[in-house]
């Protein structure tokens, strides 16, 4: 069974920074990619940054620059540094990871950054 826990989550004021954490069980970060999506209230889910097996990373546009994803594959935790933040950067974070068979989702995280 995988299972997927995230923490960090908050509220900051803009320019502030966050640092997301999600630790999966039953499921290794050596073999598969990992990453962070976001879903804002009337927005689509948003792929914000994902880290292969190889380290290759890929983040949006918007978040270029700003955030960094990183994993500890020992630990099997994946982080999101996320700095600058403004009110656009406010949605629920939620962690994944692309199993073999499908992906596996995190409970959610929720980022409000106030103006």
């Known amino acids: 069974q995988v299972q997927l826990v995230e923490s960090g989550g908050g509220l900051v004021q803009a320019g502030g920074s966050l640092r997301l954490s999600c630790v999966a069980s039953g499921i290794s970060f050596s073999d598969n990619a990992v990453g962070w999506y976001r879903q804002a209230p009337g927005k689509q889910r948003e792929l914000v940054a994902r880290?292969?097996?190889?380290?290759?990373?890929n983040y949006a546009a918007s978040v270029k620059g700003r955030f960094t994803i990183s994993r500890d594959i020992a630990k099997t935790t994946v982080y999101l540094q996320m700095n600058s933040l403004n009110p656009e950067d406010t949605a629920i974070y939620y962690c994944?990871?692309?199993?073999?068979?499908?992906?596996?989702w995190g409970q959610g995280t929720q980022v409000t950054v106030s103006s």
């Open positions: 880290i292969t097996s190889g380290g290759s990373t």
């Open positions: 994944t990871v692309w199993g073999r068979i499908r992906n596996y």
